[in-house]
């Protein structure tokens, strides 16, 4: 049989521990006594319409729902160790929500958490909009679709991530990730991409400098480049680009297609670089 669990207020260490097969209806977790980990451990449970401001309330949970929910930003590392969640129309943000979870998704949330996702295995997100300086750090099988994301050094270290329909606003981003495809999303950025292997982008809008250096098996399909200067250095490139990139430096193989080039910088290489630039509709030349 199924605890129901309402209209309650909890502030005590522990307060829910090791709940199983409940639901936690409009309930608030906060108070003097400051405990943390007020629903650790717990399994089967379903969380609706509450309210969190204590560190901790998630860690250890093996399936859980949260709907309708918000969790303020004194619920610190709000979701560890937890796997088997589904998280929708609620509010995540407390620094470092998410980490080291497993199967969890989240649909229609806005998040505002710094170094969120970090070492978490098979994450999707939907309809969500997020904030956070560090996203998904060494993080694996990961979806996006429809997501509109702020930060800095995102989905750095990644593997196996997939991105579509989004706007990621964003600095370092794709740092040393392998196995990444982004379809149909605008993608603002600078020193994009550096390091990453098998990172494929698709009827994408980039901006940003110095993109796609140090790449390993990088894939540019109906793309756009933006303020791109001192593009695909030291890079295994196949790029067919739309529009004119500003400046490509020392490619190190493959070739890169564009519309126009403003320059094609061939100068003091550190390796081989035979990488081809090729302007479109002008099949026989190539950058010197």
């Known amino acids: 049989m199924r605890t129901n669990i309402s209209k309650k207020q909890f502030d005590e260490e522990r307060a829910l521990y090791n709940t199983k097969n409940a639901d936690i209806n409009d309930c608030i977790f906060a108070g003097p006594a400051d405990g943390e980990s007020a629903l650790k451990e717990s399994r089967d449970i379903g969380v609706y319409n509450c309210k969190f401001s204590l560190r901790y309330p998630l860690w250890h949970v093996k399936g859980f729902s949260m709907e309708n929910s918000v969790m303020d930003e004194l619920t610190r590392a709000a979701i560890w160790y937890a796997?088997?969640?589904?998280?929708?129309?609620?509010?995540?943000?407390?620094?470092?929500?998410?980490?080291?979870?497993?199967?969890?998704?989240?649909?229609?949330?806005?998040?505002?958490?710094?170094?969120?996702?970090?070492?978490?295995?098979?994450?999707?997100?939907?309809?969500?909009?997020?904030?956070?300086?560090?996203?998904?750090?060494?993080?694996?099988?990961?979806?996006?679709?429809?997501?509109?994301?702020?930060?800095?050094?995102?989905?750095?270290?990644?593997?196996?991530?997939?991105?579509?329909?989004?706007?990621?606003?964003?600095?370092?981003?794709?740092?040393?990730?392998?196995?990444?495809?982004?379809?149909?999303s605008v993608v603002k950025g600078e020193y994009l991409g550096w390091f990453s292997e098998n990172l494929t982008l698709i009827d994408c809008q980039i901006t940003g400098t110095q993109p796609l250096c140090y790449c390993k098996n990088l894939k540019l399909i109906n793309c756009t480049m933006d303020g791109a200067d001192f593009a695909f250095e030291y890079t295994e490139v196949d790029a067919d680009v739309k529009g004119h990139i500003i400046s490509v430096k020392n490619p190190k193989s493959g070739k890169i297609l564009a519309d126009s080039v403003g320059e094609v910088i061939r100068e003091n290489p550190v390796m081989e670089c035979t990488g081809e630039v090729l302007i479109r509709d002008q099949t026989n030349q190539k950058g010197a």
């Open 83 to 184: 796997d088997n969640g589904v998280i929708k129309n609620s509010v995540l943000g407390g620094i470092k929500a998410v980490r080291e979870c497993e199967n969890i998704s989240l649909e229609n949330c806005r998040i505002n958490s710094e170094e969120f996702g970090w070492k978490s295995k098979g994450i999707f997100l939907k309809d969500c909009e997020i904030d956070s300086e560090y996203l998904f750090l060494d993080s694996s099988n990961v979806r996006l679709e429809n997501v509109n994301m702020s930060g800095k050094y995102s989905f750095q270290y990644m593997k196996n991530l997939e991105i579509e329909n989004s706007v990621l606003s964003t600095k370092d981003a794709f740092w040393h990730s392998k196995n990444v495809t982004v379809r149909n």
